[in-house]
Nanobody, 120 residues
């Protein structure tokens, strides 16, 4: 009923930039918090950034000052602008959204992920 699709990943050199997008579609009444998570090979999935429906943001210490999360509620889309990328940022990036469907209680939805690779 609800699905999230990420885009914008790719290969970039150290110090470069990428902009990730995640669009939610389906029978959506309201989207609460949205966020980005990432998982590197052999590591646990970790939180990167979150944003509330009113625009309040939170970032992992490792990305503060380099990444910016934003959202467009009219488009049901969340973005992640990534600047000054480092090889340590290499991971699969996943979009997450807490969604209230038309007549169902709120629940979390995940995208399939988009690969970000930063070369040294």
């Amino acid at each position: 009923q609800v699905q999230l699709v990420e885009s914008g990943g790719g290969l970039v050199q150290s110090g470069g930039s990428l902009r990730l997008s995640c669009a939610a579609s389906g029978r959506i009444y309201r989207i609460n918090d949205m966020g980005w998570y990432r998982q590197a090979p052999g590591k646990q999935r970790e939180l990167v950034a979150t944003i509330t429906s009113r625009g309040s943001t939170n970032y992992a210490d490792s990305v503060k000052g380099r990444f910016t999360i934003s959202r467009d509620n009219a488009k049901n889309t969340v973005y992640l602008q990534m600047n000054s990328l480092k090889p340590e940022d290499t991971a699969v990036y996943y979009c997450n959204a807490n969604v209230v469907p038309s007549i169902r209680p709120a629940s979390d939805y995940w995208g399939q992920g988009t690969q970000v690779t930063v070369s040294s």
